[in-house]
Protein backbone atom coordinates (compact mmCIF):
# COMPACT_ATOMS: atom_id res chain seq x y z
CA UNK A 1 0.00 0.00 0.00
CA UNK A 2 2.92 2.58 0.72
CA UNK A 3 4.07 1.86 -3.18
CA UNK A 4 0.15 3.70 -4.17
CA UNK A 5 1.38 6.76 -3.07
CA UNK A 6 2.76 9.32 -5.26
CA UNK A 7 4.08 11.66 -2.29
CA UNK A 8 5.41 10.62 0.70
CA UNK A 9 6.63 11.93 4.06
CA UNK A 10 7.83 10.43 7.60
CA UNK A 11 8.67 10.44 10.60
CA UNK A 12 12.64 9.15 11.55
CA UNK A 13 13.87 8.04 14.94
CA UNK A 14 14.77 5.50 17.51
CA UNK A 15 12.70 4.55 19.09
CA UNK A 16 9.77 5.83 16.78
CA UNK A 17 7.13 3.39 17.50
CA UNK A 18 5.25 5.94 20.36
CA UNK A 19 5.37 9.14 17.47
CA UNK A 20 2.03 10.70 17.09
CA UNK A 21 3.75 12.23 13.84
CA UNK A 22 1.63 10.05 11.83
CA UNK A 23 -1.37 10.33 13.06
CA UNK A 24 -1.43 14.47 12.93
CA UNK A 25 -0.17 14.76 9.46
CA UNK A 26 -2.56 11.68 7.92
CA UNK A 27 -5.04 13.91 9.62
CA UNK A 28 -4.09 17.01 7.94
CA UNK A 29 -4.00 14.96 4.14
CA UNK A 30 -7.66 13.90 4.74
CA UNK A 31 -9.11 17.10 6.34
CA UNK A 32 -7.45 18.76 2.41
CA UNK A 33 -8.33 16.04 0.33
CA UNK A 34 -4.29 15.05 -0.25
CA UNK A 35 -5.30 11.66 -1.15
CA UNK A 36 -1.86 11.33 -2.88
CA UNK A 37 0.01 11.86 0.16
CA UNK A 38 1.03 9.14 2.80
CA UNK A 39 2.71 9.80 5.69
CA UNK A 40 4.92 6.72 7.26
CA UNK A 41 7.70 5.89 10.54
CA UNK A 42 11.01 4.58 10.07
CA UNK A 43 12.74 3.31 12.93
CA UNK A 44 16.66 4.33 12.66
CA UNK A 45 19.68 5.61 14.43
CA UNK A 46 22.20 8.33 13.53
CA UNK A 47 24.68 6.10 11.00
CA UNK A 48 21.77 5.04 9.45
CA UNK A 49 20.78 8.38 8.18
CA UNK A 50 23.06 9.61 5.59
CA UNK A 51 22.04 5.98 3.57
CA UNK A 52 18.22 6.55 4.14
CA UNK A 53 18.11 10.09 2.80
CA UNK A 54 20.72 8.86 0.04
CA UNK A 55 18.00 5.97 -0.91
CA UNK A 56 14.56 8.59 -1.45
CA UNK A 57 13.13 9.35 -4.68
CA UNK A 58 11.61 12.17 -6.29
CA UNK A 59 8.24 10.92 -4.61
CA UNK A 60 10.18 11.88 -0.88
CA UNK A 61 9.01 15.39 -0.44
CA UNK A 62 9.91 15.70 3.86
CA UNK A 63 11.05 14.27 6.42
CA UNK A 64 10.22 14.44 10.42
CA UNK A 65 12.91 13.97 12.71
CA UNK A 66 13.28 12.77 16.26
CA UNK A 67 15.80 11.49 18.71
CA UNK A 68 18.56 10.57 18.19
CA UNK A 69 18.86 12.17 14.21
CA UNK A 70 18.45 15.97 15.55
CA UNK A 71 21.88 16.53 15.01
CA UNK A 72 22.77 14.35 12.26
CA UNK A 73 19.99 16.28 10.39
CA UNK A 74 22.48 19.21 9.49
CA UNK A 75 25.79 16.58 8.53
CA UNK A 76 23.94 15.43 5.77
CA UNK A 77 21.39 18.49 4.44
CA UNK A 78 22.72 20.41 1.51
CA UNK A 79 21.59 23.04 2.94
CA UNK A 80 19.91 24.69 6.55
CA UNK A 81 18.13 27.64 7.63
CA UNK A 82 19.57 30.22 9.94
CA UNK A 83 17.40 28.66 12.92
CA UNK A 84 18.40 25.32 12.24
CA UNK A 85 22.32 26.01 12.56
CA UNK A 86 21.82 28.28 15.48
CA UNK A 87 20.39 25.50 17.35
CA UNK A 88 22.75 23.15 15.95
CA UNK A 89 19.74 21.03 15.73
CA UNK A 90 16.76 19.83 12.96
CA UNK A 91 13.73 18.67 13.04
CA UNK A 92 12.98 18.70 10.02
CA UNK A 93 14.34 17.91 6.38
CA UNK A 94 12.34 19.42 3.61
CA UNK A 95 13.36 18.73 -0.39
CA UNK A 96 13.81 21.68 -2.52
CA UNK A 97 15.41 22.35 -5.81
CA UNK A 98 18.64 22.40 -4.52
CA UNK A 99 18.74 19.03 -2.10
CA UNK A 100 17.62 18.66 1.13
CA UNK A 101 16.54 21.80 3.30
CA UNK A 102 17.54 21.34 7.42
CA UNK A 103 15.04 23.04 9.32
CA UNK A 104 13.68 23.30 13.04
CA UNK A 105 10.34 23.88 14.05
CA UNK A 106 10.61 22.64 17.22
CA UNK A 107 11.81 26.27 18.64
CA UNK A 108 9.14 28.23 16.92
CA UNK A 109 6.50 25.32 17.80
CA UNK A 110 7.01 26.31 21.74
CA UNK A 111 7.24 30.22 21.24
CA UNK A 112 3.53 29.44 19.63
CA UNK A 113 2.76 27.21 22.19
CA UNK A 114 3.70 29.65 24.73
CA UNK A 115 2.65 33.10 23.64
CA UNK A 116 -1.13 32.62 23.87
CA UNK A 117 -0.11 32.45 27.65
CA UNK A 118 2.58 35.19 27.09
CA UNK A 119 2.65 37.97 29.87
CA UNK A 120 5.52 39.53 29.20
CA UNK A 121 8.15 38.22 31.43
CA UNK A 122 12.03 38.83 31.00
CA UNK A 123 12.40 35.98 33.77
CA UNK A 124 12.23 32.31 33.52
CA UNK A 125 13.38 28.65 34.11
CA UNK A 126 14.37 25.69 32.50
CA UNK A 127 14.04 22.18 34.55
CA UNK A 128 16.72 19.59 32.55
CA UNK A 129 19.64 20.44 30.49
CA UNK A 130 19.50 17.90 27.28
CA UNK A 131 18.48 18.51 23.78
CA UNK A 132 14.63 20.35 24.65
CA UNK A 133 16.52 22.28 26.81
CA UNK A 134 18.09 23.74 24.30
CA UNK A 135 15.28 24.60 22.01
CA UNK A 136 13.54 25.88 25.25
CA UNK A 137 16.88 28.42 25.73
CA UNK A 138 15.95 29.83 22.14
CA UNK A 139 12.81 30.27 22.55
CA UNK A 140 12.82 31.78 25.77
CA UNK A 141 14.94 34.48 24.19
CA UNK A 142 12.92 35.11 21.25
CA UNK A 143 10.28 36.17 23.57
CA UNK A 144 12.77 38.11 24.58
CA UNK A 145 13.58 36.55 28.44
CA UNK A 146 16.44 38.02 29.67
CA UNK A 147 16.93 36.13 33.10
CA UNK A 148 17.12 32.29 32.84
CA UNK A 149 17.59 29.90 35.81
CA UNK A 150 18.38 26.16 35.30
CA UNK A 151 17.73 23.84 37.50
CA UNK A 152 19.45 20.26 36.56
CA UNK A 153 20.75 17.07 38.13
CA UNK A 154 23.30 16.66 36.26
CA UNK A 155 25.29 20.17 37.04
CA UNK A 156 27.93 19.29 34.51
CA UNK A 157 25.79 19.25 31.74
CA UNK A 158 23.54 22.32 32.63
CA UNK A 159 27.33 24.17 32.84
CA UNK A 160 27.16 23.13 28.81
CA UNK A 161 23.96 24.45 27.75
CA UNK A 162 25.30 27.53 29.67
CA UNK A 163 28.02 27.59 27.27
CA UNK A 164 26.09 27.11 24.34
CA UNK A 165 23.66 29.65 25.19
CA UNK A 166 26.53 32.31 25.57
CA UNK A 167 27.13 31.33 21.91
CA UNK A 168 24.08 31.52 20.26
CA UNK A 169 22.04 33.94 23.41
CA UNK A 170 24.12 36.24 24.46
CA UNK A 171 21.89 38.29 25.50
CA UNK A 172 21.23 35.74 28.05
CA UNK A 173 22.06 35.82 31.85
CA UNK A 174 21.92 32.18 33.16
CA UNK A 175 22.59 30.65 36.54
CA UNK A 176 22.33 27.08 37.65
CA UNK A 177 21.33 25.59 40.53
CA UNK A 178 20.34 21.99 41.68
CA UNK A 179 16.66 20.51 40.65
CA UNK A 180 15.65 19.24 44.22
CA UNK A 181 15.35 23.26 44.69
CA UNK A 182 13.10 24.29 41.81
CA UNK A 183 9.90 24.66 43.99
CA UNK A 184 11.16 27.11 45.81
CA UNK A 185 12.34 29.56 43.51
CA UNK A 186 10.68 33.03 42.10
CA UNK A 187 10.75 32.26 38.43
CA UNK A 188 7.18 33.31 37.23
CA UNK A 189 7.76 30.78 34.51
CA UNK A 190 8.89 27.22 34.34
CA UNK A 191 9.61 25.47 31.64
CA UNK A 192 9.84 21.69 32.27
CA UNK A 193 11.98 19.88 29.53
CA UNK A 194 12.24 16.68 31.67
CA UNK A 195 10.18 13.04 30.90
CA UNK A 196 7.27 12.45 32.95
CA UNK A 197 7.79 12.20 36.94
CA UNK A 198 11.35 13.59 36.57
CA UNK A 199 10.61 17.10 38.39
CA UNK A 200 9.06 16.56 41.91
CA UNK A 201 6.67 18.94 42.62
CA UNK A 202 6.52 18.40 46.54
CA UNK A 203 6.77 21.70 48.02
CA UNK A 204 5.29 23.99 45.49
CA UNK A 205 3.69 27.22 46.96
CA UNK A 206 0.51 28.99 46.07
CA UNK A 207 1.91 31.03 42.94
CA UNK A 208 1.29 32.96 39.47
CA UNK A 209 2.72 32.72 36.30
CA UNK A 210 2.82 29.64 33.81
CA UNK A 211 4.23 25.93 33.75
CA UNK A 212 5.05 24.14 30.37
CA UNK A 213 5.26 20.34 30.82
CA UNK A 214 6.88 18.49 27.65
CA UNK A 215 5.07 15.91 28.70
CA UNK A 216 2.12 15.02 26.36
CA UNK A 217 0.79 11.28 27.68
CA UNK A 218 -0.79 10.70 30.67
CA UNK A 219 -2.37 13.95 30.63
CA UNK A 220 -2.79 15.92 33.19
CA UNK A 221 1.17 15.16 34.55
CA UNK A 222 1.60 15.19 38.70
CA UNK A 223 3.56 17.86 37.77
CA UNK A 224 0.78 19.92 35.75
CA UNK A 225 -1.65 19.07 38.26
CA UNK A 226 0.69 20.20 41.48
CA UNK A 227 1.12 23.69 39.63
CA UNK A 228 -2.68 24.18 38.95
CA UNK A 229 -3.43 23.34 42.09
CA UNK A 230 -0.75 25.69 43.43
CA UNK A 231 -2.50 29.00 40.91
CA UNK A 232 0.01 28.59 37.77
CA UNK A 233 -1.62 28.51 34.54
CA UNK A 234 -0.39 25.24 33.12
CA UNK A 235 0.68 24.17 29.11
CA UNK A 236 1.11 20.98 27.76
CA UNK A 237 3.40 19.40 25.71
CA UNK A 238 0.51 18.53 23.28
CA UNK A 239 0.52 22.55 22.14
CA UNK A 240 4.41 22.12 21.37
CA UNK A 241 3.85 18.50 19.36
CA UNK A 242 0.59 20.29 17.33
CA UNK A 243 2.60 23.45 16.45
CA UNK A 244 5.47 21.93 15.22
CA UNK A 245 3.54 19.48 13.32
CA UNK A 246 1.39 22.29 11.61
CA UNK A 247 4.72 23.86 10.69
CA UNK A 248 6.28 20.67 9.17
CA UNK A 249 2.97 20.38 7.00
CA UNK A 250 3.26 23.73 5.87
CA UNK A 251 6.76 23.11 4.96
CA UNK A 252 6.12 19.67 3.06
CA UNK A 253 2.84 20.42 1.53
CA UNK A 254 3.04 24.12 1.34
CA UNK A 255 -0.27 24.80 2.47
CA UNK A 256 -1.37 26.12 5.62
CA UNK A 257 -2.25 23.35 8.15
CA UNK A 258 -5.63 22.56 9.04
CA UNK A 259 -5.23 22.97 12.66
CA UNK A 260 -8.49 22.00 13.78
CA UNK A 261 -7.94 18.70 11.93
CA UNK A 262 -4.67 17.95 13.84
CA UNK A 263 -5.25 19.31 16.76
CA UNK A 264 -8.73 16.52 17.10
CA UNK A 265 -6.09 13.84 15.56
CA UNK A 266 -4.01 14.49 19.11
CA UNK A 267 -7.21 14.58 21.29
CA UNK A 268 -7.58 10.75 19.38
CA UNK A 269 -4.48 9.68 19.52
CA UNK A 270 -3.98 10.18 23.46
CA UNK A 271 -6.84 8.59 24.38
CA UNK A 272 -6.29 5.88 26.00
CA UNK A 273 -7.84 2.24 23.75
CA UNK A 274 -9.30 -0.93 24.71
CA UNK A 275 -7.14 -3.31 23.98
CA UNK A 276 -7.56 -7.41 23.48
CA UNK A 277 -5.09 -9.82 23.91
CA UNK A 278 -4.68 -13.42 24.49
CA UNK A 279 -3.99 -16.89 22.64
CA UNK A 280 -5.54 -18.13 19.30
CA UNK A 281 -9.26 -18.93 19.55
CA UNK A 282 -9.26 -16.89 22.32
CA UNK A 283 -12.09 -15.11 20.69
CA UNK A 284 -10.45 -11.55 20.23
CA UNK A 285 -12.33 -10.64 17.55
CA UNK A 286 -15.36 -12.16 18.08
CA UNK A 287 -15.53 -10.96 21.53
CA UNK A 288 -14.17 -7.38 20.44
CA UNK A 289 -16.97 -6.89 17.86
CA UNK A 290 -19.92 -7.04 20.77
CA UNK A 291 -17.47 -5.29 23.58
CA UNK A 292 -17.55 -2.27 21.11
CA UNK A 293 -21.19 -2.59 20.46
CA UNK A 294 -22.07 -2.19 24.28
CA UNK A 295 -19.30 0.78 24.38
CA UNK A 296 -20.85 2.02 21.38
CA UNK A 297 -16.81 2.42 19.83
CA UNK A 298 -15.33 1.20 16.67
CA UNK A 299 -13.57 -1.95 17.00
CA UNK A 300 -10.23 -2.83 14.95
CA UNK A 301 -8.77 -6.10 14.37
CA UNK A 302 -4.65 -5.88 13.53
CA UNK A 303 -4.88 -9.12 11.58
CA UNK A 304 -7.48 -7.94 9.31
CA UNK A 305 -5.87 -4.86 8.61
CA UNK A 306 -2.43 -6.63 8.11
CA UNK A 307 -4.51 -8.72 5.38
CA UNK A 308 -5.87 -5.67 3.61
CA UNK A 309 -1.82 -4.61 2.89
CA UNK A 310 -2.52 -7.41 0.43
CA UNK A 311 -1.82 -10.81 1.56
CA UNK A 312 -2.64 -13.34 4.38
CA UNK A 313 -0.46 -13.72 7.61
CA UNK A 314 0.43 -17.32 6.41
CA UNK A 315 1.51 -15.53 2.91
CA UNK A 316 3.61 -12.80 5.01
CA UNK A 317 5.24 -15.55 7.19
CA UNK A 318 5.87 -18.02 4.17
CA UNK A 319 7.39 -14.73 2.53
CA UNK A 320 9.28 -12.69 5.29
CA UNK A 321 9.17 -14.93 8.09
CA UNK A 322 8.18 -14.43 11.92
CA UNK A 323 10.81 -11.31 12.12
CA UNK A 324 9.19 -10.24 9.00
CA UNK A 325 5.92 -10.50 9.73
CA UNK A 326 6.35 -9.20 13.19
CA UNK A 327 7.96 -5.85 12.20
CA UNK A 328 4.95 -5.09 10.01
CA UNK A 329 2.71 -6.11 12.81
CA UNK A 330 4.42 -3.32 15.23
CA UNK A 331 3.36 -0.66 12.46
CA UNK A 332 0.05 -1.38 12.47
CA UNK A 333 -0.28 -1.71 15.73
CA UNK A 334 1.77 1.91 16.61
CA UNK A 335 -0.75 2.97 13.94
CA UNK A 336 -3.56 1.61 16.01
CA UNK A 337 -2.73 2.84 19.25
CA UNK A 338 -2.09 6.02 18.24
CA UNK A 339 -5.16 6.62 16.19
CA UNK A 340 -8.78 6.88 17.20
CA UNK A 341 -10.53 5.92 20.48
CA UNK A 342 -11.30 2.25 19.32
CA UNK A 343 -11.71 -1.84 20.78
CA UNK A 344 -8.70 -3.19 19.30
CA UNK A 345 -8.00 -6.92 18.71
CA UNK A 346 -3.88 -8.40 18.56
CA UNK A 347 -2.87 -11.64 17.19
CA UNK A 348 -2.12 -13.78 19.55
CA UNK A 349 1.95 -13.04 19.29
CA UNK A 350 1.72 -9.46 18.71
CA UNK A 351 2.94 -9.07 22.74
CA UNK A 352 6.02 -11.01 22.12
CA UNK A 353 7.24 -7.89 20.35
CA UNK A 354 8.97 -5.38 22.81
CA UNK A 355 8.05 -2.11 21.06
CA UNK A 356 4.40 -3.23 20.93
CA UNK A 357 4.54 -4.41 24.93
CA UNK A 358 5.83 -0.87 25.38
CA UNK A 359 3.28 0.94 23.10
CA UNK A 360 0.17 -1.10 25.38
CA UNK A 361 1.84 0.85 28.57
CA UNK A 362 -1.15 3.68 29.61
CA UNK A 363 -4.09 1.48 27.45
CA UNK A 364 -6.74 -0.52 29.51
CA UNK A 365 -5.42 -4.12 28.12
CA UNK A 366 -7.81 -7.07 28.49
CA UNK A 367 -6.19 -10.65 28.14
CA UNK A 368 -9.09 -13.08 27.37
CA UNK A 369 -7.82 -16.10 28.88
CA UNK A 370 -8.09 -19.59 28.09
CA UNK A 371 -6.05 -23.38 28.25
CA UNK A 372 -4.22 -24.33 25.24
CA UNK A 373 -6.49 -27.54 25.02
CA UNK A 374 -9.73 -25.16 24.55
CA UNK A 375 -7.58 -22.83 22.23
CA UNK A 376 -6.69 -26.10 20.06
CA UNK A 377 -10.31 -27.16 20.60
CA UNK A 378 -11.55 -23.98 18.95
CA UNK A 379 -9.16 -23.57 16.18
CA UNK A 380 -8.76 -26.98 14.83
CA UNK A 381 -6.90 -27.58 11.84
CA UNK A 382 -7.12 -23.84 10.39
CA UNK A 383 -4.46 -23.70 7.76
CA UNK A 384 -4.48 -20.12 7.55
CA UNK A 385 -2.44 -20.28 11.43
CA UNK A 386 1.24 -20.69 11.34
CA UNK A 387 1.04 -21.11 14.91
CA UNK A 388 0.04 -24.69 14.64
CA UNK A 389 2.49 -25.93 12.55
CA UNK A 390 5.41 -25.41 15.68
CA UNK A 391 6.78 -28.61 17.52
CA UNK A 392 7.09 -26.57 20.68
CA UNK A 393 3.86 -25.10 20.98
CA UNK A 394 2.91 -25.63 24.66
CA UNK A 395 6.05 -24.12 25.15
CA UNK A 396 4.94 -21.07 23.31
CA UNK A 397 1.42 -21.17 24.69
CA UNK A 398 3.61 -21.12 28.38
CA UNK A 399 5.49 -18.23 27.22
CA UNK A 400 3.27 -16.15 26.24
CA UNK A 401 1.01 -16.26 29.03
CA UNK A 402 3.44 -14.75 31.21
CA UNK A 403 3.94 -11.45 28.54
CA UNK A 404 0.04 -11.72 28.14
CA UNK A 405 -0.22 -11.71 32.23
CA UNK A 406 2.51 -8.56 32.39
CA UNK A 407 0.87 -6.90 29.53
CA UNK A 408 -2.82 -7.26 30.47
CA UNK A 409 -4.57 -4.22 33.41
CA UNK A 410 -7.27 -7.44 34.01
CA UNK A 411 -7.51 -11.10 33.00
CA UNK A 412 -11.26 -12.24 31.83
CA UNK A 413 -12.53 -15.65 31.83
CA UNK A 414 -13.09 -16.36 27.98
CA UNK A 415 -13.65 -20.39 28.14
CA UNK A 416 -17.59 -19.30 27.59
CA UNK A 417 -20.06 -18.10 25.67
CA UNK A 418 -18.57 -14.94 23.05
CA UNK A 419 -21.43 -12.58 24.57
CA UNK A 420 -21.06 -13.90 28.16
CA UNK A 421 -17.41 -12.92 27.66
CA UNK A 422 -18.06 -9.58 25.80
CA UNK A 423 -20.73 -8.44 29.11
CA UNK A 424 -17.99 -9.76 31.85
CA UNK A 425 -15.36 -7.44 29.56
CA UNK A 426 -17.75 -4.93 29.58
CA UNK A 427 -18.23 -4.95 33.49
CA UNK A 428 -14.53 -4.75 33.90
CA UNK A 429 -14.41 -2.03 32.08
CA UNK A 430 -16.84 0.01 33.67
CA UNK A 431 -15.54 -0.96 37.14
CA UNK A 432 -12.41 0.99 35.64
CA UNK A 433 -13.56 4.58 35.02
Not at 220 to 234: I, K, S
Request: charged residues 20%; aromatic residues 6%; proline residues 4%.
Amino acid sequence: MWDDFTVKAAVLGCPIAHSLSPALHRAGYAALGLTEWSYGRFELVADELADFVDGLDEQWRGLSLTMPLKDAALMVADEATVLAVRAGAANTLVRTENGWLADNTDIPGLVAALRPAWRGWTQAAILGAGATARSAVLALDELRVRRLRVYARNLDRAAQLVTWAGTVAPKLTIEIAELSTWTSGDDPVVISTLPGGAADPTGLQPRSGLLFDAVYAGWPTPLAQAAGAAGMEVIGGAELLLAQAALQFELFTGQAPPELAMRAAVAAALSPKIVLIGFMGAGKTTVGRALASRLGMAFVDSDELIEARGRSIAEVFAADGEAGFRALEADVIADLLTGPPAVIALGGGAVSTSAVRELLRGHQVLLLDITLAEALARVGGDEGRPMLARDDLSQVYAARQQLYSDAASAVVDASGDPDLVAEAAFRVIRQSR
